[in-house]
């Protein structure tokens, strides 16, 4: 069973900046593909970014050029960089991952979910 634990988030103004974490269990950041989702209430789960097991990336339109994920394959961590946080960017982080090295926009894809890891943004 894989786990996977976020933290990192808080409470920051419009504009601020939020380091996200989300540590793996096994070799599961550095294999398979990993992702972030957002979930606001209210509405669909949002995908942020999407890291293939072999590296690729892609980015969500709206946060393309503002957040950057990254990974420290020594501590089977996955990170989430947010810069210039938007008020609508303020709701619960998740990361995920599934059995295979190939992402999919679709939450369904993912086999494995953090518990989450709120980031708030005020104006």
């Known amino acids: 069973q894989v786990q996977l634990m976020e933290s990192g988030g808080g409470s920051v103004q419009a504009g601020g900046s939020l380091r996200l974490s989300c540590a793996g269990s096994?070799?599961?950041?550095?294999?398979?593909?990993m992702a972030w989702f957002r979930h606001a209430p209210g509405k669909e789960r949002e995908g942020v970014v999407i890291v293939e097991g072999d590296g690729g990336i892609s980015y969500a339109d709206s946060v393309n050029g503002r957040f950057t994920v990254s990974k420290d394959n020594a501590k089977n961590t996955l990170f989430l960089q947010m810069n210039s946080l938007r008020p609508e960017s303020g709701t619960m982080y998740y990361c995920a991952t599934t059995t295979v090295k190939r992402c999919n926009w679709s939450d369904g894809w993912y086999k494995g979910w953090g518990q989450g890891t709120p980031g708030t943004v005020s104006t």
């Open positions: 096994g070799n599961t950041v550095t294999v398979f593909c």
